[in-house]
């Protein structure tokens, strides 16, 4: 069973930081690509921040500059790193686990974590 279980979120002041974590199980990690996407209240899921299981991290043009994604395939934990945050990063964040394998996709997603930026 696939489980991809995030925490981290909460409530921060416009200009804080916030780290938000997703553990993942019953995949093989390091095969996957992973990322962030978050949506916030009537707008669609969008993506914040990508990291292949080779090769560079993408990140939205809103967030370049302050946020980063990394990960760590020996706990099979990923990471977003958020700083200098804006009111419009308030979202639900979701954590993705992604692989193209033989003609066929795998996809799997958390359970989301609100984030919310207000004074």
């Known amino acids: 069973q696939v489980q991809l279980v995030e925490s981290g979120g909460g409530s921060v002041q416009p200009g804080g930081p916030l780290r938000l974590s997703c553990a993942a199980s019953g995949i093989i990690f390091s095969f996957y690509g992973m990322g962030w996407y978050r949506q916030a209240p009537e707008k669609q899921r969008e993506l914040v921040a990508q990291i292949p299981s080779g090769g560079s991290t993408n990140y939205a043009d809103s967030v370049k500059g302050r946020f980063t994604i990394s990960r760590d395939n020996a706990k099979n934990t990923l990471t977003l790193q958020m700083n200098n945050l804006k009111p419009e990063d308030t979202a639900v964040y979701y954590c993705?686990?992604?692989?193209?394998?033989?003609?066929?996709?795998?996809?799997?997603w958390g359970q989301g974590t609100q984030v919310t930026v207000s004074s």
């Open positions: 993705h686990a992604g692989l193209l394998s033989y003609g066929s996709r795998y996809d799997y």
